[in-house]
């Protein structure tokens, strides 16, 4: 199994970013997919949650509307739109997979996000 982010970047208050992720071996189209931070000096949170077919999802309350998961099980990717950035979603974002008992059984390397005021 791989999970390969990418798009984190520096961006000001306000700004937007993009983080996809590309998976690779396993059956992709068949597992949920979520999106976990972990903010500097804290432990991990998590983001977003994307059902196997991409029909629900799920935020934690502090980016509902300003972020949105989405899955196109065709090319096996997860992205995640981030919108009116705030400091506070100053991060290292993890696109991980969840296993069929709800775990979280593989992490990718993580992508940097970083928001400045």
């Known amino acids: 199994v791989q999970l390969l982010e990418s798009g984190g970047g520096f961006v000001q208050l306000g700004g937007s970013l993009r983080l996809p992720c590309v998976a690779s071996g396993f059956s992709f189209s068949i597992y949920y997919m979520t999106w976990v931070r972990q903010i500097p000096g804290k432990g991990l949170e998590w983001v977003a949650v994307?059902?196997?077919?991409?029909?629900?999802?799920n935020y934690i309350d502090s980016v509902k509307g300003r972020f949105t998961i989405s899955r196109d099980n065709a090319k096996n990717t997860l992205d995640m739109q981030m919108n009116n950035l705030k400091p506070e979603d100053t991060a290292r974002y993890y696109c991980?997979?969840?296993?069929?008992?709800?775990?979280?059984?593989?992490w990718g390397n993580g992508t940097l996000v970083t928001v400045s005021s």
């Open positions: 991980v997979k969840r296993g069929a008992g709800y775990g979280l059984d593989y």
């Open positions: 994307a059902s196997a077919n991409g029909g629900t999802r």
